[in-house]
C-alpha cells in the first residue's frame, strides 16, 4: 500500500514535470543558445565598439555559466563562443553600428 | 545720448549671451571645487575597486556639468574621457529625446495608435505611442536580466529568440491588460518605438536618422546605436557613448530641449518626458515613469525616491549602474557610468553628495 501511495506520486511529479517541459517547450529550446550568444555579443561590443582590453573584456562577459570555446579573429572583429553545446558568433559591422549576432 | 539708450539693449544681450556656456568642440571648464564634501563623493562613488569578486560599487565615470561647464570629471578601471561606454537602459530615454525630433517635425502625435506606424500591431488598434512611452503597452512581458533567464522576455529578445526582429518578438506577446492602464517596464516597448519611427521619419532617413537629427547638433561625434539583424535600433539597450558626449544630452534637456540659439526639441516635448505617468502605482518600480525618462516625483503616500535630491531631478538610467542625471534648479548635469554587478549602488547617495558637493556653490 505504502509503495503503492509513493510509485503514483512520483508518477503524478514525472508527469508535472512533462507537462512544465511541454508549456515551456520553446523557452527551453532556446535557452542553452544565451550563454554564448550573450558572451559573443558583449565581447564583440566590449571589444571593438567600447576599445577595451581583450583581458579586460573576457573579465567583463564571464558569467556563472562556464563557456567551452572561444575563438576571436581580430582581423575580420568576429567572436565565436560555444557553451552548454551551442555555438553563436557576433560580428562588428562598422562605427556607427557596432556589433550584431549573425543569424 | 539717444545713441546711449539705443546700446543699452544690445548690452544686456551680449551679456546674457555670454552668461550662458554651451560646449562646443569641447566643453567649457570652471575650477574643480575642493574639500571635503568632494572627498565624501568620492569616497562613495570610487571605493577600492574589486576586479576579482566584480562586488561593490564600481564607477567607470564620473562628469559634473555645472551651468553648462564643466566642473568635476574621474574615470576609472580601464574607462576613459574617450570611451564609447555601453549606456544600457539610458538608450530608451534617448530614443524619447530623439523622438523629440521628429515631434518638432510634427511627424506624429502622442495620441497615434502605434499601428499606424507598425503594422504588426494591428492586433492591437488601442495602443497609443504615448502608452508605449509610459511603458503601459498591456503585453505581457518578462524584464529580468540574469535571475530568471528560462522566461526571461529581455534575454530572450536581446539573445536568442529576438534577435533577429526585437519589435516583432514583442509584438508576439500576448496582453495581461489593456493598454494605457497599467504600467509595467518593458524594453519590448522601448524597440516597439524604435520600429515605429521608421515609419514616422520614413526608412530613408530612418539609418541616419539618430546622427542627422540628435548627436551632430548636439556635437557629438562618436555615437553607437546598434541595431538587431532587420535594421531596427535597439532602443531598449544598446547605445554608446562618452561621458562628455552623454552630458550634451543632459544639457539639452536642463535646457527644456534648446541648444544654443536653436530650439531642437519642442519644450512642450521635454515637459511631456517630465509628466509622471498618471497610473503608476508606488511600488512598481524605483522611481516615477514619465515620458520614457524617470522623475524623482513620489507616487502618494510614499516618499520620493530619491529623497536627498531636489525635487526636479529627473534621470536616464541603466543596468549595471549607469545613469544620467538632470537637476535644472541646480544647473547640474551629472554622468555615472559603472559595472556595478551587485547592486549596492543608491542613486540617493550619489545625488546626496553630489548636491553637497556642487549646488552648495550654485547659490546666489
Same mark, same amino acid.
Given at each position: 500500500?505504502?509503495?503503492?501511495?509513493?510509485?503514483?506520486?512520483?508518477?503524478?511529479?514525472?508527469?508535472?514535470?512533462?507537462?512544465?517541459?511541454?508549456?515551456?517547450?520553446?523557452?527551453?529550446?532556446?535557452?542553452?543558445?544565451?550563454?554564448?550568444?550573450?558572451?559573443?555579443?558583449?565581447?564583440?561590443?566590449?571589444?571593438?565598439?567600447?576599445?577595451?582590453?581583450?583581458?579586460?573584456?573576457?573579465?567583463?562577459?564571464?558569467?556563472?555559466?562556464?563557456?567551452?570555446?572561444?575563438?576571436?579573429?581580430?582581423?575580420?572583429?568576429?567572436?565565436?563562443?560555444?557553451?552548454?553545446?551551442?555555438?553563436?558568433?557576433?560580428?562588428?559591422?562598422?562605427?556607427?553600428?557596432?556589433?550584431?549576432?549573425?543569424? | 545720448?539717444?545713441?546711449?539708450?539705443?546700446?543699452?539693449?544690445?548690452?544686456?544681450?551680449?551679456?546674457?549671451?555670454?552668461?550662458?556656456?554651451?560646449?562646443?568642440?569641447?566643453?567649457?571648464?570652471?575650477?574643480?571645487?575642493?574639500?571635503?564634501?568632494?572627498?565624501?563623493?568620492?569616497?562613495?562613488?570610487?571605493?577600492?575597486?574589486?576586479?576579482?569578486?566584480?562586488?561593490?560599487?564600481?564607477?567607470?565615470?564620473?562628469?559634473?556639468?555645472?551651468?553648462?561647464?564643466?566642473?568635476?570629471?574621474? =574615470?576609472?578601471?580601464?574607462? !576613459?574621457?574617450?570611451?564609447?561606454?555601453?549606456?544600457?537602459?539610458?538608450?530608451?530615454?534617448?530614443?524619447?529625446?530623439?523622438?523629440?525630433?521628429?515631434?518638432?517635425?510634427?511627424?506624429?502625435?502622442?495620441?497615434?495608435?502605434?499601428?499606424?506606424?507598425?503594422?504588426?500591431?494591428?492586433?492591437?488598434?488601442?495602443?497609443?505611442?504615448?502608452?508605449?512611452?509610459?511603458?503601459?503597452?498591456?503585453?505581457?512581458?518578462?524584464?529580468?536580466?540574469?535571475?530568471?533567464?528560462?522566461?526571461?522576455?529581455?534575454?530572450?529578445?536581446? =539573445?536568442?529568440?529576438?534577435?533577429?526582429?526585437?519589435?516583432?518578438?514583442?509584438?508576439?506577446?500576448?496582453?495581461?491588460?489593456?493598454?494605457?492602464?497599467?504600467?509595467?517596464?518593458?524594453?519590448?516597448?522601448?524597440?516597439?518605438?524604435?520600429?515605429?519611427?521608421?515609419?514616422?521619419?520614413?526608412?530613408?532617413?530612418?539609418?541616419? =536618422?539618430?546622427?542627422?537629427?540628435?548627436?551632430?547638433?548636439? !556635437?557629438?561625434?562618436?555615437?553607437?546605436?546598434?541595431?538587431?539583424?532587420?535594421?531596427?535600433?535597439? !532602443?531598449?539597450?544598446?547605445?554608446?557613448?562618452?561621458?562628455?558626449?552623454?552630458?550634451?544630452?543632459?544639457?539639452?534637456?536642463?535646457?527644456?530641449?534648446?541648444?544654443?540659439?536653436?530650439?531642437?526639441?519642442?519644450?512642450?516635448?521635454?515637459?511631456?518626458?517630465?509628466?509622471?505617468?498618471?497610473?503608476?502605482?508606488?511600488?512598481?518600480?524605483?522611481?516615477?515613469?514619465?515620458?520614457?525618462?524617470?522623475?524623482?516625483?513620489?507616487?502618494?503616500?510614499?516618499?520620493?525616491?530619491?529623497?536627498?535630491?531636489?525635487?526636479?531631478?529627473?534621470?536616464?538610467?541603466?543596468?549595471?549602474?549607469?545613469?544620467?542625471?538632470?537637476?535644472?534648479?541646480?544647473?547640474?548635469?551629472?554622468?555615472?557610468?559603472?559595472?556595478?554587478?551587485?547592486?549596492? =549602488?543608491?542613486?540617493?547617495?550619489?545625488?546626496?553628495?553630489?548636491?553637497?558637493?556642487?549646488?552648495?556653490?550654485?547659490?546666489?
Amino acid at each position: 500500500m505504502k509503495r503503492k501511495v509513493f510509485f503514483t506520486l512520483v508518477l503524478a511529479l514525472f508527469v508535472a514535470l512533462l507537462a512544465w517541459v511541454w508549456r515551456e517547450r520553446v523557452a527551453l529550446r532556446a535557452f542553452p543558445d544565451i550563454i554564448s550568444a550573450y558572451t559573443a555579443k558583449e565581447y564583440c561590443s566590449c571589444r571593438y565598439v567600447m576599445q577595451q582590453p581583450a583581458e579586460y573584456c573576457r573579465g567583463y562577459v564571464k558569467q556563472s555559466v562556464p563557456i567551452s570555446d572561444f575563438f576571436e579573429s581580430a582581423e575580420a572583429k568576429r567572436i565565436t563562443v560555444s557553451g552548454l553545446g551551442r555555438s553563436n558568433s557576433a560580428r562588428w559591422v562598422g562605427e556607427r553600428l557596432g556589433c550584431r549576432l549573425e543569424p | 545720448m539717444s545713441k546711449g539708450w539705443l546700446l543699452i539693449p544690445l548690452l544686456l544681450l551680449a551679456l546674457s549671451a555670454h552668461g550662458e556656456d554651451w560646449p562646443g568642440e569641447q566643453w567649457p571648464t570652471a575650477p574643480r571645487p575642493t574639500g571635503p564634501a568632494i572627498e565624501t563623493l568620492e569616497h562613495y562613488a570610487f571605493p577600492a575597486r574589486d576586479d576579482a569578486t566584480r562586488q561593490g560599487i564600481r564607477t567607470d565615470a564620473l562628469l559634473v556639468i555645472q551651468d553648462g561647464r564643466l566642473v568635476y570629471e574621474r =574615470y576609472a578601471g580601464s574607462t !576613459g574621457a574617450d570611451t564609447p561606454h555601453l549606456t544600457w537602459s539610458i538608450s530608451k530615454s534617448l530614443l524619447a529625446t530623439l523622438y523629440g525630433v521628429a515631434y518638432g517635425e510634427q511627424r506624429f502625435g502622442l495620441q497615434d495608435p502605434v499601428a499606424r506606424y507598425y503594422p504588426a500591431l494591428s492586433q492591437h488598434p488601442d495602443m497609443t505611442l504615448a502608452d508605449l512611452f509610459h511603458w503601459a503597452s498591456g503585453l505581457d512581458w518578462q524584464e529580468d536580466y540574469e535571475y530568471a533567464p528560462l522566461n526571461s522576455s529581455v534575454v530572450a529578445m536581446l =539573445y536568442t529568440r529576438g534577435r533577429r526582429d526585437m519589435a516583432a518578438f514583442t509584438a508576439q506577446h500576448p496582453s495581461f491588460s489593456p493598454p494605457g492602464q497599467v504600467f509595467r517596464y518593458s524594453s519590448g516597448d522601448s524597440n516597439l518605438l524604435a520600429a515605429a519611427l521608421k515609419n514616422i521619419v520614413g526608412p530613408a532617413r530612418y539609418p541616419d =536618422y539618430p546622427w542627422t537629427a540628435l548627436f551632430e547638433p548636439l !556635437g557629438i561625434r562618436r555615437a553607437t546605436w546598434e541595431t538587431d539583424a532587420n535594421g531596427t535600433f535597439v !532602443g531598449s539597450s544598446y547605445a554608446y557613448l562618452t561621458a562628455r558626449d552623454l552630458a550634451r544630452v543632459g544639457l539639452l534637456m536642463q535646457r527644456d530641449g534648446r541648444w544654443g540659439e536653436r530650439q531642437l526639441i519642442p519644450k512642450e516635448w521635454v515637459a511631456f518626458n517630465r509628466e509622471p505617468f498618471a497610473r503608476f502605482q508606488a511600488g512598481q518600480d524605483e522611481a516615477m515613469p514619465g515620458g520614457h525618462w524617470w522623475l524623482n516625483r513620489a507616487a502618494n503616500p510614499t516618499q520620493r525616491p530619491w529623497p536627498d535630491a531636489p525635487a526636479d531631478t529627473f534621470a536616464a538610467l541603466g543596468h549595471w549602474g549607469q545613469a544620467l542625471y538632470v537637476i535644472p534648479s541646480a544647473r547640474l548635469v551629472i554622468v555615472r557610468y559603472g559595472d556595478d554587478r551587485d547592486g549596492s =549602488y543608491r542613486h540617493n547617495e550619489l545625488l546626496k553628495r553630489a548636491m553637497a558637493a556642487f549646488a552648495a556653490a550654485v547659490q546666489p
